[in-house]
């Protein structure tokens, strides 16, 4: 497996297998995935995007990720910062990059291919802090949870609930840049 960065048009070259990873790896219905779809296509045209992807040797998407500069008026961004405080919104949103989908297909993962996504995707990251948002989980069995965990990633908002999505999601944010000189992820984070 190789991983590559990602211009705006390789991920829409590739937004068939983008959204069927994304739909593997959330479990979520087809219907859904579909209006997914126009959601993704128009990330690619934010400020600050960036996105990695995982290649099998024969060419196969074995996982994606990507970001960009969180800023009002976007859905995401104007949800979280509802939920925040002041001083919470200048800490984390005056100068955020926001991971918005990191997917590995579940038959690949365990290979630490979530790992190497997210350690590349934070180190082409512009801003001065990060944050994505995650299903609720048990920490110690979810191996997103345990990445997240081993790179840092610390509790903004637990039990928030999205718009359109019955489950409970956690908001987790980091300081950025990674440090330089260590390792910013956990042995237990590189089997995600």
Same mark, same amino acid.
């Given at each position: 497996?190789?991983?590559?960065?990602?211009? *705006?048009?390789?991920?829409?070259?590739?937004?068939?297998?983008?959204?069927?990873?994304?739909?593997?790896?959330?479990?979520?219905?087809?219907?859904?995935?579909?209006?997914? %779809?126009?959601?993704?296509?128009?990330? !690619?045209?934010?400020?600050?995007?960036?996105?990695?992807?995982?290649?099998?040797?024969?060419?196969?998407?074995?996982?994606?990720?990507?970001?960009?500069?969180?800023?009002?008026?976007?859905?995401?961004? $104007?949800?979280?910062?509802?939920?925040?405080? $002041?001083?919470?919104?200048?800490?984390?949103?005056?100068?955020?990059?926001?991971? !918005?989908?990191?997917?590995?297909? *579940?038959?690949?993962?365990?290979?630490?291919?979530?790992?190497?996504?997210?350690?590349?995707?934070?180190?082409?990251?512009?801003?001065?802090?990060?944050?994505?948002?995650? *299903?609720?989980? $048990?920490?110690?069995?979810?191996?997103?949870?345990?990445?997240?965990?081993?790179?840092?990633?610390? $509790?903004?908002? %637990?039990?928030?609930?999205?718009?359109?999505?019955?489950?409970?999601?956690?908001?987790?944010?980091?300081?950025?840049?990674?440090?330089?000189?260590?390792?910013?992820?956990?042995?237990?984070?590189?089997?995600?």
């Amino acid at each position: 497996m190789r991983l590559v960065p990602w211009q *705006p048009d390789d991920l829409v070259r590739r937004l068939p297998d983008v959204v069927a990873v994304y739909g593997e790896a959330m479990g979520y219905r087809k219907e859904l995935l579909e209006t997914r %779809r126009g959601y993704i296509a128009a990330h !690619v045209r934010r400020p600050g995007f960036r996105a990695v992807a995982t290649l099998t040797t024969d060419g196969q998407l074995a996982g994606f990720g990507y970001g960009y500069t969180s800023a009002g008026g976007q859905w995401w961004h $104007d949800q979280v910062r509802s939920a925040l405080s $002041d001083a919470e919104r200048r800490t984390w949103l005056t100068d955020c990059f926001e991971v !918005v989908e990191l997917h590995v297909r *579940p038959a690949a993962q365990g290979h630490r291919i979530g790992s190497r996504q997210l350690r590349a995707l934070l180190a082409m990251a512009a801003g001065s802090t990060c944050l994505l948002s995650t *299903p609720e989980a $048990d920490e110690k069995t979810s191996r997103a949870w345990r990445l997240y965990r081993g790179f840092g990633f610390i $509790d903004v908002l %637990r039990d928030f609930h999205f718009p359109g999505d019955e489950r409970a999601f956690a908001v987790l944010g980091r300081e950025l840049p990674l440090a330089a000189d260590r390792r910013d992820a956990a042995p237990a984070a590189e089997r995600a």
